[in-house]
């Protein structure tokens, strides 16, 4: 499903701000696999998801996606194997468009566009069908422009877009942490319902070392660039947050120091 090979990236080469953001990198998931990255600031999980999505290219390796060596295949192209929801609630959308404009490019995300409406009187049925599964009420708003819904309505749009197609691979960049607690809590909810429902192989970047380990069948802590613990499900069943940072501490030799990790 997806295939990550001996990937590297090196930013700011042979300058005095060099910093290599991945090293060596493999990875492989599974289909249904639901993977949740933890790891402190400047470890390479946000640089991992760009490569992956096709903002950035690796200096060194190959991504693979669905058989297919998606390595230097541009962003855009890999758009219909891949959904990703960003930190940001004001990303992923237009914000000058309606819920129901929005839905209509999602849903037409990696098809052959012809002349024919966005939003047909089927499409409103089908959007007001999947938005009420969200259980906030948006079906009731297609045609409110998304610049005025809350953070967390957004989010849940966002997510909901970008889970639309059913994609190959779902990327999950930090989505609930721009949110209030309450607003985390529930998108938090909304994602594992719906990944469960789908299906859906998903990596998953946290700074919520609860979420990470509640979360998914399978956990990846990243230090420096690098993969330093892969924990599978029996064996993330049995963990805890004191357990993992000690894990972590004993694999990279220091403490995980990072104000935007939250224990629990």
Same mark, same amino acid.
């Given at each position: 499903? @997806? ?15 060099? *910093? ?9 998931? *599974?289909?249904?696999?639901?993977? #949740?990255?933890? &790891? ?6 946000? #640089? ?27 962003? /855009? ?15 992923? $959308?237009?914000?000058?468009? $309606? ?7 999602? /849903?037409?995300? &990696?098809? #052959? ?20 599964? @969200? ?29 639309? $197609? ?19 809590? @529930?998108? #938090? ?9 789908? *299906? ?13 380990? $509640? @979360?998914?069948?399978?956990? =990846? ?5 690098? =993969? ?7 064996? *993330? ?28």
């Amino acid at each position: 499903m @997806l295939r990550i090979e001996n990937v590297s990236k090196l930013f700011n080469a042979s300058s005095p701000d060099e *910093k290599i953001a991945l090293s060596s990198i493999n990875l492989q998931l *599974k289909p249904g696999d639901f993977v #949740t990255v933890i &790891g402190s600031n400047g470890a390479g999980k946000s #640089t991992l998801m760009n490569i992956i999505s096709g903002v950035m290219t690796p200096d060194l390796g190959e991504v693979h996606i669905e058989n297919s060596n998606v390595t230097n295949m541009p962003e /855009y192209q890999r758009s219909k194997w891949i959904g990703r929801v960003f930190q940001d609630p004001m990303a992923g $959308t237009a914000p000058s468009m $309606t819920i129901e404009e929005n839905l209509a490019l999602a /849903y037409s995300r &990696g098809k #052959t566009r012809g002349l024919v409406m966005g939003v047909s009187r089927a499409r409103r049925k089908l959007f007001r069908e999947q938005l009420s599964r @969200l259980g906030i009420g948006l079906e009731n708003r297609l045609s409110a422009k998304v610049g005025l819904l809350s953070g967390g309505e957004r989010q849940a749009l966002s997510l909901l877009m970008a889970t639309f $197609t059913k994609p190959s691979i779902l990327l999950l960049d930090e989505h609930t942490a721009a949110l209030d607690p309450a607003r985390a809590d @529930l998108i #938090t909810k909304i994602t594992k319902e719906i990944v469960a429902e789908l *299906k859906l192989t998903t990596l998953m970047v946290t700074h919520n070392m609860e979420q990470a380990i $509640t @979360l998914g069948n399978r956990l =990846i802590m990243m230090d420096k660039g690098k =993969i330093i613990i892969d924990m599978a499900e029996e064996e *993330k069943k049995q963990v805890t947050v004191e357990k993992l940072l000690e894990a972590f501490q004993q694999i990279s030799g220091h403490k995980l120091a990072d104000d935007r990790v939250v224990l629990g």
